[in-house]
């Protein structure tokens, strides 16, 4: 039998009962188990070298979504409606930088998108003027690919064509707060960056919106991301 790859998953955090826990939504898991990988959810531990020691044992990683990241990570001060309470934000950032400076695979989701985006140097449009109107509460609208990449292989599209999304963000990556060595591989109808990518073979793909949450093309992704970690020889 195959061996299933194992997916380090980055958990949130809240507090019930004046304790905190960490929680993922089901579906990024089920996703994975359906597409043949084994699910590996992470603790926000701040402990020097746990980060290493976990990526050592994975053949792939997933940045989940969630709620918004610091300004403080990209220079900026937050505006009004930029949501300051993610709790350990910075294992994020810390997990992150170590799993881009191996070799695994990584799919980025939504905030793990912008968390991408953070970690090459970009920065983030805090809110959108549209964002109530055309991107929160899982409001679908078109895309369009812009360049070929990971985002058109998996959707098997060429450049110029469509392909329809789901929406729950306020937060967006801009063109001009792109991250370096970064290209944008698919926009929204309104221009808003839909996917980001690491030119190369290695798989490197942040996609806004949810594909958990998708039926049709939603577990392609997945497939995308346990096929390329079933490559990974520890």
């Known amino acids: 039998m195959k061996k299933r790859p194992l997916i380090a998953v980055n958990m949130s955090m809240t507090v019930l009962n004046s304790r905190e826990i960490h929680y993922l939504i089901d579906s990024y898991a089920e996703r994975i188990w359906a597409a043949g990988g084994d699910p590996y959810l992470l603790p926000s531990l701040l402990h020097e070298g746990y980060s290493r020691e976990i990526l050592s044992k994975v053949q792939g990683v997933l940045l989940s979504g969630g709620k918004d990241y610091p ?5 900026q001060e937050p505006v009004p409606e930029t949501d300051l309470t993610r709790l350990r934000p910075s294992f994020d950032i810390c997990f992150g930088k ?35 109107e055309a991107h929160k509460g899982g409001l679908m609208h078109s895309a369009k690919i812009t360049q070929e990449g990971w985002m058109s292989r ?5 450049k110029g064509e469509n392909f329809t999304v789901n929406s729950f963000h306020h937060q967006a990556v801009t ?50 991301l346990v096929e390329e970690a079933s490559k990974t020889t520890l």
């Not at 998996?154 to 060429?158: A, C, E, F, W």
């Open 71 to 75: 300004p403080s990570f990209y220079g």
């Open 98 to 132: 170590e799993a881009l400076a191996g070799s695994l695979p990584i799919l980025g989701i939504c905030a793990g998108f912008q968390l991408l985006n953070i970690l090459h140097g970009g920065k983030l449009l805090q809110h959108l003027p549209n964002a109530d």
């Open 154 to 158: 998996i959707l098997s599209l060429k």
């Open 175 to 224: 063109k001009e707060y792109l991250g370096k060595d970064l290209f944008i591989s698919s926009l929204a109808f309104d221009g808003t960056v839909e996917s980001i990518e690491r030119p190369g073979e290695r798989m490197v793909l942040g996609v806004q919106f949810h594909p958990e949450r998708m039926d049709d093309i939603g577990p392609l992704y997945f497939s995308a």
